[in-house]
T-cell receptor, first 114, second 111 residues
Framework: DAGITQSPRHKVTETGTPVTLRCHQT?????MYWYRQDPGHGLRLIHY???????DKGEVSDGYSVSRSKTEDFLLTLESATSSQTSVYFC?????????????FGPGTRLTVT | RKEVEQDPGPFNVPEGATVAFNCTYS??????FFWYRQDCRKEPKLLMS???SGNEDGRFTAQLNRASQYISLLIRDSKLSDSATYLC????????????FGPGTSLSVIP
């Protein structure tokens, strides 16, 4: 299995509070991604990074920000959590140069916003 | 039309059966194709990449039809451990670094 960890694995927080989720990889892959998974929607891309300090928005980026100061860490921040951000969040990595850009996923973080 | 569509599930099949999943995609410029499996409350895991000529990995066979924008996954001799949700994944336009996930098809293999 790819060396990807996510922390925390579970979190319950209140509406309006800031929340930061961390993704850590030991594979030295250049690309990192944050997805959310909700029933009826499948996996949707929030933000992704193609290198240190290089990030871009995905299809559901509103209300989220990211940072990547080191190759191995990609942080997802909910500045002011809302109930609609209750979801399972997955981090993924991939490496350019591999023809098909296969992505490998972390174990996920279950976030509940009350 | 959704970018990636899959057969509605669930599929309930007996052990030893052969089952096929279909997936259609809307963007003719997509270049990369994958099947992932996801167990309940777990992360998606790459099952196999799909190559233009089709490819096989043990009991699993993937086919790509670019003209019809169609991908398939065939599972032979189903095992109880094959029970999972199967996700069809397609690259976004010509951007290799982003992909679009289908909603998934649930498979239950019954003893």
């Amino acid at each position: 299995d790819a060396g990807i960890t996510q922390s925390p694995r579970h979190k319950v927080t209140e509406t309006g509070t800031p929340v930061t989720l961390r993704c850590h990889q030991t594979e030295n892959h250049r690309y990192m991604y944050w997805y959310r998974q909700d029933p009826g929607h499948g996996l949707r891309l929030i933000h992704y990074s193609y290198g240190v300090k290089d990030t871009d928005k995905g299809e559901v980026s509103d209300g989220y920000s990211v940072s990547r100061s080191k190759t191995e860490d990609f942080l997802l921040t909910l500045e002011s959590a809302t109930s609609s951000q209750t979801s399972v969040y997955f981090c993924a990595i991939s490496e350019p140069g591999q023809v098909l850009y296969e992505q490998y996923f972390g174990p996920g973080t279950r976030l509940t916003v009350t | 039309r959704k970018e990636v569509e899959q057969d509605p599930g669930p599929f309930n099949v007996p052990e030893g059966a052969t089952v096929a999943f279909n997936c259609t995609y809307s963007n003719s410029a997509s270049q990369s194709f994958f099947w992932y499996r996801q167990d309940c409350r777990k992360e998606p895991k790459l099952l196999m990449s799909v190559y233009s000529s089709g490819n096989e990995d043990g009991r699993f066979t993937a086919q790509l039809n670019r003209a019809s924008q169609y991908i398939s996954l065939l599972i032979r001799d189903s095992k109880l451990s094959d029970s999972a949700t199967y996700l069809c994944v397609v690259s976004a336009e010509t951007s290799y670094d982003k992909v679009i996930f289908g909603p998934g098809t649930s498979l239950s293999v019954i003893p």
